[in-house]
DNA sequence: AGAGCTACAATTTTT
DNA sequence: TTGTAGCTCT
């Protein structure tokens, strides 16, 4: 294994493979080169061997590069070490191990629609109403709490005095309790019950501990409370845990991720060795340079300059445009100019944005255009209805008590059980404990149904029982037809989209495309089981279709994160979309700071050319109001940008903008009137009226307001920096100049 | 059971 | 402005 060709940090952060050690790695620093290099240095130069070895990643794209680099620099294969995601990996734990902890080793996955479907039925059973809790809001707090290791149990205890937390503690509990009886866990029960096996089972956690003796993590940034724990119970033994990451492209946060995971890395473990990697090859040092400026504004971070050595570049160009029509055509006006006169291809250009509703305008532009495009994000191939049927009947032959999924197939295609019948069979399966098939087989005993339905059902359990033999005998993409040929789904799916319409063939096409999944699944895999093919579908988003084709590529910045384009976009710089917030002032320093995080990861994607655009005006979600220049482009060093303008066009700076004009903006974001919204409002326009005059009643004991912090009392003047303690936010400095501070 | 209507909400989403 | 979940009427 050769490291000559690493620079010095890299090939630190290679050769240290004893004790715990933190890869800083700034964005383009090569760290999954370094990852990948340190592995094969593990295997060829230290003598490890690979069955030691785990590395864990986010996303299946980031752990099947890994593996093949790995491979191919070894030239050997990698069958043996475990290259996985978080969730691959747990299963992989679960399925050996679960009937410990008392769960059926042949659980299926639940994926975010599930979640809603059955907590929605947990609603139900416990007559509450799906207004005061909001499923979608129920599952956030559920999934944070299981990300924080908080069972049930702990989760109510906590949230005793609170009467609302206390019932969504008790949602909590039985939607557990449902997850189980069905077989079924969800994503964030992937990591949590990983966690509760090796927590409970010494001798379990004694095998994988003494297994893995050398762990790496990559984007340990993005790890949640669970995951950390479970790198730290795996990690005991042995102490060589090697976890890479950027603190500052942390913007998960809302997804529990937590930050101080990264940033307490080296109180966390002891003799902690630091690598930072500052060396970018990605970008030139302009964009680098306004990077490392916009972020420096962040405090909760660990610092980090990233560097170049190809120096220079162009400047940072800003385009500000009447509205998101005219910046949209200006986009795609660039990229037909500068494709023909720089003689670049499509897929050089990318085009980010904060919100998935901008790309719409962008499309248009680009249509009108006739410039080719790839749109990322929007409905998933596996969410689709055909598919999500499929999968349900796939489910329902794999685990029969996964009673979601059969209320989800067991009148589709129509087959005569209607919506009162199923409340029947779900009534009794409730009373009897059981799940809902065991009631469908024993539907003969069941009187209150009509004898009408009861055929009905009887012929759907023979279908499933059929099934469920033929998948004994035929492999996956077979089992598959059968399910088609067997419920006529075809015709189902003619019928419902009247026979030969575009929509129709689209849903056939997708019908076909799955079962070519699990051909190749067939072919690529070593355990060809129907659960191996469940798993393996749940785990996985894409449908590896189209990518490497010469087209424009429109994302979020989310998305783009770990990706590169010679020329960047990055659209809709203004306030209140970026950053985002539905209430401008609600949003906690916390908060802004993730959205400045974004905001280094849209720059650092950029290699060459970085456009920033913003509008005067903009029309979002069927309103239009005047735009206010981003935070984050007063950020930028002047040095770096250049305003392509010719004359200035009128756009309401951050820092200008006053209280008022913020007030405004942010009932744009409120688009459901809440008490306290409109007491706000209420509130900016009387005070409007005596600004002017009290600006000298700022002195120390004064109670002000701020725009961004709220209220908060003097504490101290020097020059124009006023020192605030906010009530919310805590003490702050102030410069005068620059905000408008508000006399109560 | 299904069409058609209304009301409402609309950051970001690696698994 | 657009998508969709849920409801009503047939």
């Not at 404990?433 to 059902?457: C, F, P």
Request: hydrophobic share 35%; glycine share 4%; net charge negative.
């Amino acid at each position: 294994m050769n490291l000559d060709t690493l620079n010095p940090a890299q090939r630190e952060a290679v050769e240290k493979t004893e004790g715990p050690v933190l890869i800083l790695a700034g964005a383009g620093s090569g760290k999954t080169r370094v990852l990948t290099t340190r592995i094969a240095h593990l295997i060829e130069n230290k003598g490890v061997q690979a069955p030691n070895i785990l590395a864990i990643t986010f996303t299946n794209k980031a752990a099947n590069e890994m593996r093949e680099r790995v491979e191919e620099t070894l030239g050997s294969d990698t069958k043996e070490m475990w290259i996985s995601t978080f969730h691959s990996c747990c299963v992989r734990i679960l399925r050996k191990d679960i009937n410990r902890i008392g769960y059926n080793r042949s659980f299926i996955i639940y994926d975010s629609a599930d979640q809603v479907t059955l907590v929605k039925d947990c609603l139900k059973e416990l007559n509450l109403s799906d207004k005061a809790f909001e499923p979608k809001v129920v599952i956030s707090t559920i999934s944070g709490a299981k990300d924080k290791l908080h069972s049930p149990k702990e989760f109510k205890q906590m949230h005793m005095s609170d009467a609302r937390m206390s019932k969504i503690a008790d949602i909590y509990a039985l939607y557990q309790d449902r997850l189980k009886r069905n077989s079924a866990l969800d994503f964030d029960d992937l990591i949590y019950k990983t966690v509760e096996l090796l927590r409970t089972d010494s001798e379990v956690l004694e095998f994988y501990r003494s297994r893995f003796k050398y762990i790496m993590v990559d984007e340990y940034q993005d790890t949640s409370k669970a995951q950390y724990e479970l790198i730290k119970m795996l990690a005991k033994e042995h102490q060589n845990i090697c976890v890479v990451g950027d603190d500052d492209q942390s913007i998960y946060g809302w997804r529990g991720a937590d930050i101080r995971n990264i940033l307490e890395f080296e109180k966390d473990y002891d003799d902690v060795h630091v690598v930072k990697l500052e060396q970018n090859y990605r970008s030139t040092q302009i964009i680098l340079d306004a990077a490392n400026t916009v972020i420096s504004n962040n405090i909760e971070r660990k610092r980090k300059k990233l560097w170049s050595e190809k120096k220079e570049g162009e400047l940072i160009k800003i385009q500000v445009a009447e509205n998101e029509v005219e910046e949209s055509d200006f986009v795609s006006d660039m990229i037909a100019k500068i494709a023909r006169e720089q003689n670049r291809s499509y897929k050089d250009f990318a085009v980010l944005y904060r919100a998935n509703a901008q790309a719409r305008p962008v499309e248009d532009a680009l249509n009108r255009s006739q410039i080719p495009y790839n749109i990322y994000g929007g409905t998933k191939f596996y969410e689709r209805k055909e598919i999500k049927d499929l999968i349900a009947y796939l489910r329902v032959i794999q685990n029969p008590q996964d009673d979601i999924s059969i209320k989800r197939i067991i009148n589709v295609p129509r087959r005569g059980i209607g919506l009162r019948t199923i409340e029947k069979i779900e009534d009794r399966a409730s009373l009897k404990q059981e799940s809902m098939y065991s009631v469908l087989i024993d539907i003969e005993s069941n009187s209150d149904i009509s004898t009408k339905a009861r055929n009905s059902i009887s012929a759907f359990v023979d279908t499933i029982g059929t099934l469920r033999t033929i998948k004994e005998v035929y492999p996956v993409s077979k089992l598959i037809e059968k399910v088609l040929e067997t419920t006529d789904y075809y015709e189902y799916i003619d019928d419902l989209y009247k026979g030969d319409t575009e929509e129709a063939k689209d849903r056939k096409d997708n019908l076909k495309e799955f079962i070519s999944i699990a051909i190749e699944f067939e072919q690529s895999s070593e355990d060809q089981s129907l659960e191996e093919f469940l798993t393996g579908v749940a785990l996985t988003s894409e449908s590896n279709e189209e990518e490497e084709i010469d087209k424009v590529s429109l994302m979020t910045i989310h998305t783009s994160k770990g990706l590169e384009f010679p020329v960047v976009f990055l659209i809709g710089m203004e306030e209140g979309l970026f950053p985002i917030s539905r209430a401008v002032r609600s949003m906690a320093e916390s908060d802004i700071e993730e959205e400045r995080r974004l905001c280094y990861v849209g720059i650092t994607r950029a290699k060459e050319t970085l456009y920033m655009t913003l509008t005067q005006k903009r029309t979002l979600y069927g309103k239009t109001n005047p735009s206010i220049a981003s935070r984050f482009m007063e950020e930028l060093p002047k040095e770096c940008i250049e305003k392509l303008n010719k004359e200035e066009k009128q756009i309401t700076s951050y820092s200008k903008a006053n209280y008022n004009v913020l007030d405004k903006y942010k009932q744009k974001y409120m688009t459901n009137v809440n008490k306290s919204a409109v007491a706000t409002k209420v509130n900016a326009t009387i005070k409007d009226t005596t600004k002017e005059s009290n600006l000298d009643d700022i002195k120390p004991g004064a109670k002000v307001h701020h725009p961004k912090f709220g209220v908060g009392t003097v504490v101290g003047m020097m020059g124009s920096d006023v020192t605030i303690a906010f009530e919310k936010q805590g003490i702050k400095k102030i410069n005068k100049e620059y905000t408008t501070l508000d006399v109560l």
